[in-house]
């Protein structure tokens, strides 16, 4: 859920659009731009009834625009091409951004409805301009003349990057060429689908643990016992227990049932998923998919569907990302075995006669923890109010960049508990606007997610500001007691929150490239954040008692960190073995035909991973890879996370984690100006070289 904002680009790219003289007559709140302050959604003047008319009319209007475009008689210029596609559309980016945003955030069966008959509206809207060859002509006509032209560096980048999304889809293949790869692409959605169908089946309908002798239960705790008889009785075996592969069912079971052979039982339920030879099996259809993404990457002109994936992205090639991940392994396995040699002891001095598999993980590493670090949520979490979180995430934002955040409450919002807040930059002026919607509801998805109603851009030479969402499902208060946060909420929070820093430093003039930044490189400004959240000095900046205003001791600061290093061999390895087997799959060349119990088997025995510990995602129900937008592409999170550490690392060698001179540098070259070229350039322009992949190992205590 992390990556929401990504994908909401990735839906709205062909979307991004403008148009500025076209007067709407109409009343729709979406024809125009918003009379609010501060542009935002006027949301007390949307009617669910206003969202399919906005639609379908702005499709028109950006159709009508992009016809303006290819109907233009003179030669194609920057001006006369690229800057009006660049700006089309606004109408429909206006509906889609509101529009989308609520059917994650407060959606409601209308909405659902609504989605249902736009979403093939707009992939064919996606598909019309794709494949207008009228369109790409002009496009590639600038994009030959670019580097003898007079185009500064940033128009540059726009034409390079629409010539390339245009080309990446297609454009420059014959007619028949076209119809084979518009063919596949509609395979693989079909068989994505099935994948993803066949894995929801797997895992809510076609396994159940229902326990009917309460011994079975030994070891569980008592809210996890009473949540499966609460399943159980819902599921019509009253007095029984319920257990399923939903993770806040599983993971518990695994972690305290102290009966070995039910622990065996669901976790064989869990890694069999796909692969029972049933109605729901994934084997065939992943094999299928395989062989069709290697069919569209020769297509495109790629030696493999990771190349193809992967020459968009910060890592460049497939075979840096195979080094990437095999450096890390080397480093992670003998973490990994340690961990399990612990555990191991602690099952002997039991007395239990075995050797440890992969179903008892779990469970030996729950008691490893509280024999090493002895961290309990329920000591931490008064330190961390919502109120002082949020507060101290502001403050940290203030030491390192000087903005300030305002409550304003004259501002509409989509529901009632929704808080806005300006944010200032150090003179007074007036940067963007921040929406928080905290608490989970049923009209909310779950996880939590940054995204906005408007990007930061420019129009007609003025700045247009940014106006950013924060999205949760934290904890709620109850009864007197304010919202207390855990660990995990913590860091989401000041994780999310970076995200919308990056919204709202964005600087780019064109809306094809201001923030735009490779999938390898999206999590870099979140994740960057999460360092400072566990920082000593920073917790004592907001983590207080908030009964009493006592400041964190010492003590469970050393805790917090200590925790930290907890299972990371494990973590680390199975995270690592999913990413390699997601690549072995998408290095195929055509024709790709694998057979994937052997397929993986083989592929995990290559990367040395021991058999105490599966990939996170085997192949029958990798979802990421096979019916989600991570083809080739898993490895990002740990692509990232080498370059949060090591951006971390530069302001702790530094000798001050606020050093501002550090902070306008990765604001400007990390942030703000982050679509201007490569993400590596940018990166490198803040830390003068490349990243290092050491201070990631520290951190996970791996090195
Ligand atoms: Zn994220």
Known sequence: MKNRILLLTVILFALITACKNEKKTNDNPFATEYSTPFQVPPFDKIDTTDYLPAFIA??????????????????????????????????????????FNLTEANTNDQLQ???????????????????NAKLFTRIKAIYDKRSGSNLDAQQIRAVEKYYRDFERRGANLSKDQQDQLRKINEDLSMLSLK?????????????????????????????????????????GSKGKWLFTLAKPSLIPFLQYAKNRALREKIYRGYFMRGNNDNANDNKAILADIVRLRAEKAKLLGYENYAAYVIDDNMAKT???????????????????????????????????????????????SEKLRKLKYDLDENELKPYFSLENVRNGMFALAGKLYGITFTKVTNLPVYYKDVETFEVKEADGSHLGILYLDYYPRESKSGGAWCTDFQSAGWENG???????????????????????????????LFHEFGHALHGLFTLGKYNRTAGNVPQDYVELPSQVMENWAGEPEVLKMYAKHYKTGEVIPDKLIDKIEKSGLFNQGFVTVEYLAASILDLDYHELA?????????????????????????PRYRSTYF?????????????????????DADAFDYFKQSGDIFNPELAAKFRKNCLAESGDDEGMIQYKKFRGQEPSLDPLLKRRGLK
């Open 58 to 99: 702005g499709i028109k209007q950006h159709d009508e625009e992009v016809l303006a475009i290819t109907d233009n008689a003179t030669e194609p210029t920057f001006e006369n091409t690229i800057l009006p596609f660049d700006k089309s559309g606004k109408m429909l980016t206006r509906v889609s951004k509101v529009f």
């Open 113 to 131: 409805a609504i989605a249902n008959k736009v979403s093939p509206l707009l992939s064919k809207h996606n598909d019309d301009i794709a494949m």
């Open 195 to 235: 994948f993803g169908n066949n894995l929801l089946a797997e895992t809510n309908k076609n396994f159940k643990l229902v326990i009917d002798n309460k011994a079975d239960l030994d070891g569980l705790p008592d809210d996890v016992i009473s949540a499966a008889a609460e399943a159980a009785e819902k599921d």
């Open 318 to 364: 497939p075979a840096t990302v195979d080094a990437f991940l095999d450096k890390l392994m080397v480093a992670s396995l003998p973490v990994a075995k340690a961990e399990l040699s612990e555990m191991q002891k602690i099952a002997d001095s039991e007395g239990g006669n075995f050797k440890l598999k992969s179903w008892d993980w779990w469970y030996y």
């Open 462 to 492: 003025k700045k247009v500001d940014p106006v950013v969402s924060m999205v949760c499902n934290f904890t709620p208060p109850t009864g007197d007691i304010p919202a207390l946060l855990n660990w995990d909420e913590t860091s989401t």
């Open 590 to 614: 055509t024709p790709a035909k694998v057979e994937p119990v052997s397929f993986e088997k083989d592929a995990m025995y290559k990367a040395g991973l021991i058999d105490e510990i599966l």
């Open 623 to 643: 979802a990421h890879i096979f019916s989600g937008g991570y083809a080739a592409g898993y490895y990002v999170y740990m692509w990232a996370a080498v370059l």
